[in-house]
Each structure stands twice: as C-alpha cells, then as structure tokens.
C-alpha cells in the first residue's frame, strides 16, 4: 500500500484526513509535510497491517493519543495510555497560573493532586527546576505512567500513591493544583469519552465531590499564604467559589478561557 491508499481507507472508514496523516506520521517517524509530499511512497508490509487497525479503531472512536501513545502538553512529549486521561490544552492555563504565583527561584514544596500522566507536576518541575514537586494518585497504573514520563524525560519529582491528600499526611505544601474528575454522573457528555477511564472523569451527581474533598483537606497540607488551584467544568466557576470560601481562603479568583468559559478557580490560604 502506498501513503495515498491508506489515506483513501481512512476516508471510507469515516477518519479524519489529519488523523489518518498523524498515524501516518508516528509510525513513519515523518513530519506531516513529508507524508503530502509523498502521497505515492510505499509503506513497508509490516506496517500495513498495524496502520489499518489503528484506524479501524479510530473510527470506532478510540482517542488518537492511546493510538499513538504520546500526547503534547506545554512543550513535553508524554506517554498516555487507557490508564490516564489525555492532557488537554484547557489544562496548561492551570499551569500557567500555578507559575505565576511562584518567584522564579521558588524552592516550594508543590503538590499535584491526581497527577494522572504526570503533565502538570512535569511542567511545573521542568520550568521551575528548584520546586520539589510532588505528584499523588488513587490509581497505581497511572501513577507508573506518571513516574516513567518523569524518568524518561529526565525530570525530577516524586510520587505517592493514594487519594488526594491522603498520602501526604504531616506535609505542607507551598501550593497545590489539581485537575480533578468534575463531571456528573449521567452527563450526555459522557458516551464520547467512553475509551477514557471513568475515575478520572466523573465525581457525584454533581460533579463537585473530588472538588469538595480537596478543598475539605486543604487547610491542614497547606503554609500560610499558600494557593490552591483548580480544574473544572465550565459552569462549576461559582460552585468551586463558594467550596473555597466557606474553606477559609481569600482572593479568591476564577479563570476564563479565550472562549470566556470559566476553566480554573483558585484561592490563597490566609498569611496569618
């Protein structure tokens, strides 16, 4: 089969071309460019087979990332599998927020709650090298996801194995993030995030009841002064508000996105 007829079976199965071409690319290790370019190129039989299983799969719905088994997120190149959710773009305004409430050669202990793949609490220790870092899961898999793109990447952090809090019992924290499960049981959303792993997605009938335990926790893992940011659903800005508020925490603040939907909130643990 030549680039050209593989492209053509990913129209008939229903494949997005841009999906068929980054299939192409990974196993191929070509960028993109390469594949327009050379449409007539033969792809070696061994691959023919695995390809088209690929997109057999992803018309039945499977996210490229598991496909590919890699997913970009502020310039880190992680491995994801089943066992973790794929890091989103939405996510790195969290990051983005977590570093701007750090001086630049902060030595904070900083804790990342549910780190799944390990993309915020790499990201943080990547840019800030002097941050001590620490990332918890209530899932072992996904944690040994996390901790191999640590290892692999070459960045330092460590790990701990349990929910939210609960394995860092005696430690406090110069700032936590988290992007917890926040969507409620029964939302029509759900079906199409069938392939990702349900703990990491939904929360209650709410969506709120990680959002709460965190925020429950907080007082006792947190210094003085420290900030906890959080991820959330779009119409959850008001409701993680108000968790944070009856908490003890001030300047309190919610973050939009560039299409004005509330995508983070977060607030400071009083100074004194």
């Known amino acids: 089969m030549q680039v050209q007829d593989v492209l053509q079976a990913a129209r008939q199965m229903g494949v997005d071309r841009l999906d068929a071409q980054w299939l192409l690319g990974h196993h191929l290790q070509r960028p993109r460019a390469w594949l327009l370019a050379h449409e007539d190129e033969s792809l070696p039989p061994a691959l023919e087979a695995v390809v088209l299983d690929q997109l057999a799969r992803r018309a039945a719905g499977v996210p490229l990332a598991y496909l590919t088994g890699e997913r970009e997120f502020c310039g880190l190149v992680l491995q994801v599998s ?161 968790l944070l508020a009856a908490g003890g925490f001030e300047a309190l603040q919610t973050r939009h996105d560039l299409a004005g939907l509330a995508r983070c909130t977060g607030g400071r643990r009083p100074l004194i």
Do not use: K
């Open 82 to 242: 089943p066992d973790v959710l794929i890091p989103r773009p939405e996510t790195e305004m969290l990051v983005d927020w977590a570093l701007s409430v750090l001086p630049e050669e902060s030595t904070a202990e900083v804790a990342d709650l549910g780190t799944g793949s390990g993309a915020i609490a790499l990201t943080l220790a990547a840019c800030r090298p002097g941050l001590r870092v620490t990332a918890t899961d209530a899932s072992a898999a996904a944690l040994t996801v996390a901790a191999a793109n640590a290892r692999r990447l070459g960045i330092g952090i460590g790990t701990a194995l349990g929910p939210w809090w609960a394995p860092l019992a005696g430690r406090r924290f110069g700032l936590a993030v988290s992007n917890p499960p926040y969507v409620a049981e029964g939302d029509p959303h759900l079906p199409a995030l069938a392939h990702e792993p349900r703990s990491a997605l939904t929360a209650g009938a709410d969506g709120l009841d990680d959002l709460r335990a965190i925020v429950a926790g907080a007082g006792a893992h947190l210094a003085a002064g420290a900030w906890l940011l959080l991820e959330h659903g779009h119409d959850q800005g008001q409701a993680v508000q108000a």
